[in-house]
């Protein structure tokens, strides 16, 4: 307990500091390098690979080939020496053209052989190839059919064309590496295709999460009935009596602090400053925002704010009626910036300290006085003429605290701070002391007595209309109410299972929301005790399933959570903890079962009525990816990151499981997979880019010819790599771009997840490059999976450092989201942006 409590104190606490950049830097670095590793490592496999099959195949040709024109053996060669790497065999009718062709078949092996001992030579010469190219995407025919049209050609000169069109494929290449895809039987042109934008389109429908562990002061009632506060790109109004969702949507980035203005209508956010895709960095700013309409009225600093705003450094002046706002930036300096909100102005800036900064506020009877704090520090600042003056606070003989984390004021105009020692501290304003600090010195903030609070961190402090005081506790988990002259009078605990309080908002004489750290919002009141009303993933998100059947989805995080929601009542139906972290997971087509697959190779089968773990399986030692049923639920398929995928014959409506086979023939880890329409094929996809087919009604065995499954139908399609949507891709992707993509049941549209915060909603299918989409914003961090519900009404996307899960509504026809459009009262859930076309 104690332990678990203070590392959320660090993480508050230490939000802020100087070390995000440089290690996330090195992130990058060491993801460059790994990813040059798995390219090598493909490579050799792919060119052993293609050896194998030129083994295979050549003695066959051969055979046939002399059967019918002996000299047909010798264009046989042509075709195989020209195609690249070759096993250094000879094929030929006698031993006069082994003798021919000899010299040329030793010097072949001999540069082949070279190019397999410097991968990196062929690394370059591969990617040179791709970005020479015009396209993504090239046209050639398969090794198969250019050995048939030269012999053909040959034979009868003017066949070649006919059998060409018929065995066409698509040549696509990612990180210099080419992926061939072979051309359906269907697509009489390919070149004809036309790509449209889909018919259909998505409204966000829910947020379902709060941003509570890293956060503070982001929770707010307002007069209209709502709860505001934030999660990723996402300010949510949730109308707590009507249970319906608006939501502001202009942020390009995480929202980070808020702020309501003393009109209770107006709001200001801030966010922060994040990257585009190309790693350089994206100018932030603050909205000023009407809270009844949902539009922007200013835009407070564009560019100014260096890595954007800081947690909670958001301020409204109240003496003036809001006429100024404090910005505190995240800059390593802090600096404090004064605007004029009607003019969109800066007033005045200061650098104000290097080490992290909590809080930031306006004298309530005097905007030229603003309070800051953060670690070991509270300072009192003085605005005149446009300049700033600085005074400490002095902790004197008082233990200072490591960290300050929060402040209001009393009614009376003291200062009353919240400490990382548990203790409220009363601060005023005293003469100076001439006997210690000499002649001139000047007046100074002293700690009257501190008062010993809560056990643990003081998170946050609330001030009531009565005088009366609100303090919430980390360690303790309380909440405590204070008499004007700060004598306890009530106190209450939350749940622990909710983590600390982390801030505190009135909504009338009785009722509270509390924020928390285990990122859930929670209502009611000393006496009646507090319900969850909002809930959240705490950590990484990247297991997403929806049931066959019902409106339920589960979820699965790095905080060992498996969650099951309701998309009808947007609510959470349950929720229990794994010993290890989830990170896959889907519904047995019965509609009774779900299984879970786990970052250390086991994986679990759970009871979605009781809970309960009724199955119990271990496959190697590596984290799994993917775990996929059989339409006819006969077969479970489990992709690993050791490689392979292994099946289990399922029975008893997934209540039994045994192993039935192991496909083994991935050179790299398993990403995705799907399963035929007939329960009896599988394709995958690899870390290496790779699309292989298996019979699994036939013993697990790879396929060796892929272009006999060009027409094969697939019950789903979460396959990022495949020929019907290429058009996903964009020229120069890294092959990690796309995280997860998922056809919608009809098999109208394919939805995406990328790693630059999108969602992208394209036509099925979409096999050419640069097919048009619509683009969705919400996510503050890399979309890591998206999934249709079962009867297409909903599209769910899930963040990964976000903990954030988006509900998307369906729509067909329309013009969809406007930025334009006012925000309708009596709309379930209503936005602000509009999704644009890419």
Not at 266 to 274: C, E, L
Not at 716 to 722: K, M, Q
């Amino acid at each position: 307990m104690d332990s678990s409590t203070n590392s959320l104190d660090d993480v508050s606490a230490d939000g802020s500091t100087d070390f995000p950049d440089r290690s996330s830097s090195m992130e990058v670095r060491l993801q460059a390098q790994e990813d040059e590793i798995t390219l090598l490592k493909s490579s050799l496999a792919d060119a052993l690979r293609r050896i194998r099959m030129h083994d295979q195949l050549l003695p066959l040709l051969k055979q046939q080939l002399i059967a019918v024109n002996p000299s047909a053996a010798r264009v046989l060669n042509q075709v195989c020496y020209s195609d690249g790497f070759t096993s250094g065999r000879k094929l030929s009718s006698s031993s006069a053209n082994d003798g021919i062709y000899h010299a040329a078949t030793a010097a072949r092996v001999r540069r082949n052989s070279e190019k397999l001992a410097n991968p990196e030579r062929q690394r370059k010469r591969l990617d040179k190839k791709a970005a020479s190219s015009a396209n993504l995407l090239t046209r050639s025919p398969s090794l198969e059919s250019r050995a048939k049209e030269l012999i053909a050609s040959a034979g009868s000169p003017g066949s070649r064309r006919g059998t060409y069109s018929q065995e066409q494929s698509i040549k696509m290449f990612i990180r210099g590496r080419p992926i061939t895809m072979y051309v359906p039987s269907n697509i009489q042109n390919y070149d004809n295709l036309k790509m449209e934008l889909p018919s259909e389109r998505l409204e966000l429908d829910w947020v379902y999460g709060y941003r509570g562990r890293d956060c503070r002061a982001n929770l707010f009632f307002l007069p209209s009935g709502e709860a505001v506060y934030f999660i990723a790109c996402v300010i949510v109004l949730y109308h707590i009596k009507n249970r319906m969702q608006r939501h502001y949507r202009k942020h390009t980035d995480s929202v980070r602090c808020l702020a309501v203005h003393p009109d209770n209508v107006r709001v200001a956010s801030g966010q922060t400053a994040g990257v585009d895709k190309d790693g350089k960095p994206m100018q932030a700013c603050v909205h000023i925002w009407d809270s009844t309409t949902l539009v922007t009225l200013q835009q407070i600093g564009l560019g100014t704010f260096q890595r954007g705003v800081g947690m909670g450094s958001l301020a409204f002046s109240i003496a003036d009626s809001g006429t100024f706002l404090c910005v505190i930036d995240d800059s390593n300096e802090h600096i404090l910036s004064v605007w004029d909100c009607t003019k969109g102005t800066k007033h005045a800036e200061i650098k104000t300290t290097n080490e992290a900064v909590f809080d930031v506020d306006f004298n309530p009877s005097d905007s030229n006085n603003i309070i800051t704090c953060g670690k070991s520090h509270v300072y009192f600042w003085t605005l005149s003429a446009g300049q700033f003056t600085k005074k400490q606070g002095i902790f004197g003989k008082y233990k200072k605290p490591k960290f300050i984390h929060c402040f209001v004021f009393s009614l009376t105009g003291d200062v009353l701070t919240g400490d990382s020692e548990g203790n409220i501290l009363p601060w005023v304003k005293s003469a100076a002391d001439t006997k210690t600090l000499g002649k001139g010195a000047k007046e100074t903030y002293q700690i009257v007595r501190p008062i010993k609070a809560h056990e643990g961190s003081v998170f946050t402090l609330c001030i009531l209309k009565c005088g009366a005081l609100l303090s919430g506790g980390g360690k303790d988990r309380k909440i405590i109410r204070w008499s004007a002259d700060l004598a306890p009078e009530r106190e209450c605990e939350i749940p622990e299972k909710f983590g600390a309080v982390r801030t505190v908002a009135v909504v009338d004489d009785e009722g509270l929301l509390v924020g928390t750290t285990r990122n859930a919002i929670l209502r009611g009141s000393f006496s009646d005790g507090f319900v969850a009303i909002v809930q959240g993933h705490l950590d990484e998100m990247w297991g997403l399933a929806t049931h066959p059947s019902q409106n339920i989805f589960l979820s699965c995080s790095h905080d060992r959570q498996v969650c099951l929601w309701n998309t009808e009542e947007h609510n959470l139906d349950w929720c229990i903890t794994l010993e290890e972290y989830g990170l896959c997971a889907d519904f047995c087509p019965s509609g009774s079962v779900v299984s879970v697959g786990l970052s250390t190779g086991r994986w679990v089968v759970l009871d979605l009525v009781t809970k309960e773990v009724i199955s119990e399986f271990i496959d190697g030692n590596e984290q799994l990816s993917v775990m996929r049923y059989s339409p006819d639920g006969r077969f479970l398929a489990v992709g690993s990151h050791d490689n392979f995928i292994y099946i289990y014959s399922v029975t008893e409506s997934g209540r039994r499981y045994s192993r039935f086979g192991r496909c083994n023939g991935h050179s790299s880890f398993i990403t995705h997979l799907d399963w035929s329409k007939d329960s009896c094929y599988i394709v995958s996809n690899s870390g290496d880019y790779e699309i292989l087919y298996w019979d699994i009604a036939g013993g697990c065995k790879l396929l060796r010819n892929r272009f006999e499954s060009k027409d094969r139908e697939w019950a789903s399609f979460t396959c990022v790599l495949g020929f019907h949507v290429i058009g996903v891709w964009l020229e120069g992707s890294d092959g990690t771009d796309i995280n997860a993509l998922c056809r919608s049941h009809n098999e109208r549209v394919v939805a995406v997840a990328d790693d630059f915060c999108k969602v992208h909603l394209f036509q099925y299918p979409c096999p050419k490059p640069k097919a048009p989409s619509y683009k969705y914003e919400g996510h503050g961090s890399h979309v890591t999976n998206v999934c249709f519900t079962h009867n297409d009404s909903h599209l769910l996307s899930i963040g990964g450092k976000d903990t954030c899960i988006l509900q998307w509504k369906m729509t067909r026809g329309g013009v969809g989201e406007s930025r334009e459009t006012l925000a309708s009262a009596s709309s379930t859930s209503t936005s602000s942006p509009e999704p644009p076309a890419s």
